[in-house]
């Protein structure tokens, strides 16, 4: 049977995918519109066009399926051996294996490099609004939350959205005159949701973005510190900021006090049941708060509640995903952006996250088919599914 090739994304295919993915990883920052969750709803029309994609594709499988499937199966597999917890455990096992699943598989709507490009400006005008609303929320204490979410959700998204703009920077899509305005407004809007992990995050991503790429990599190692320096200089002078989590040390001493002992008493549980908890099993058998259900820590989760061996292997994995995007930086602008984004969400999600983390699991599936790409052929012309041309 002979296979049937994709055809090329038009633009407006690219956007309208654009503005599906965006709706997907960032509508939960939204309110629901007439009783709608627009997640649930962005994830409603995703699917058809996921499964579009895969129908497509055959009879070769689509590479989504390489990642996803392991990834997915073994860590719902780990179910059968051992109970997820009443109530929290089976509904955090559900929420994996369809909107975490969902969001995962919806990397493969992003076909070339133009469709993230595509995709990365969206966010940024997303988040650009969000910062904004969040700006106007914040009365000089506590923490801005933009439409009453996470104010964690929301500076991940708006630091996610920073360092778009200093790649598009970087790759000289866009001058820095019309990027540093945006940064500027997109790090305000962080600072005030008073979330230092996501802050810490971009931190990391301007290094990692600093030294990817062929040339000027010391001139452009002192201007994204330059970046960083403006952002402190924020904190510390502007009225605003002076009651910031992030510039008030005793604001967030419950917060520092409670997340390391969520940190300590997990390596025990980890020793104690290497093959894992379960499932939402993690407050119980680490004697943890009532109002802890996880440790706040993507990896001590999965060691805690899967296990050891499922640890490592994600953690080779992920390695793997990094690596291979590493070395085609330089041919691919797609792969330094998400390099620099996974290297981010990692710091993010090991600070504060659950095993729920949509967006990390998108960039890290996503990261993996832009690798994929490069391996089809020369300067990422592929076959199948990948057979657009990939600019260098």
């Known amino acids: ?15 309208l995918r654009s503005l599906v993915i965006i709706i997907l990883l960032l509508g939960g920052l939204l309110p629901e519109f ?10 409603v ?22 990642i996803v499937v392991p990834v997915f199966g073994i860590f719902a597999a780990h179910a059968i051996f051992v109970a997820p917890g009443a109530d929290y455990g089976v509904e955090k096992l559900l929420k994996f294996v369809t909107l975490t699943l969902a969001t995962a598989m919806s990397a493969c709507l992003l076909r070339d490099e133009e469709s993230v490009s595509i995709f990365a400006k969206t966010w940024v005008l997303y988040s650009s609004l969000l910062s904004v609303m969040a700006l106007f929320e914040y009365s000089g204490s506590g923490r801005a ?15 996610a959205a920073a360092l778009m703009v200093l790649w598009f920077w970087r790759t000289r899509v866009y001058s820095r005159w019309a990027c540093i305005p ?16 996501p802050v810490l995050g971009f931190a990391v991503g301007c290094v990692v973005l600093a030294f990817l790429g062929r040339s000027g990599r010391g001139f452009r190692l002192l201007l994204l510190f330059g970046v960083a320096a403006v952002g402190v200089a924020m904190m510390r002078l502007l009225p605003i900021f002076s009651q910031s989590r992030l510039t008030n040390p005793d604001s967030a001493s419950a917060s520092n006090y ?17 093959l894992g908890v379960g499932f939402g099993n993690w407050a119980s058998a680490a004697g943890a708060p009532e109002q802890y259900s996880y440790p706040h820590s993507l990896f001590l989760e999965i060691a805690s509640e899967l296990g050891i061996p499922i640890t490592i292997a994600f953690v080779c994995l992920i390695a793997y995903v990094l690596i291979s995007l590493y070395r085609i930086s330089e041919l691919s602008r797609a792969s330094m952006l998400i390099v620099v984004l996974l290297c981010s969400e990692l710091v993010a999600v090991n600070l504060s996250g659950d095993l729920n983390a949509r967006t990390f699991f998108f960039l890290l599936t996503l990261g993996f088919l832009v690798s994929r790409w490069y391996r089809k052929g020369k300067k990422g012309l592929g076959r199948g599914e990948h057979a657009a041309a990939v600019e260098p």
């Open 1 to 15: 049977m002979r296979s049937i090739h994709l055809q090329a994304l038009t633009t407006r295919d690219r956007v």
């Open 34 to 43: 007439m009783g709608l969750n627009v997640v649930v709803a962005a994830a």
């Open 45 to 66: 029309v995703a699917a058809p066009l996921v499964v579009y994609d895969l129908w497509r594709a055959l009879p070769r499988v689509h590479e989504v399926i390489y």
């Open 145 to 159: 939350g933009g439409f009453d979410s996470s104010p964690i959700w929301l500076a991940r998204a708006l630091v």
């Open 182 to 197: 945006v940064i500027v407004l997109l790090l305000a809007g962080a600072f005030v949701t008073g979330s230092r992990g």
């Open 258 to 274: 409670y997340r390391r002992l969520l940190w300590e008493i997990t390596p025990p549980v980890v020793v104690e049941h290497p």
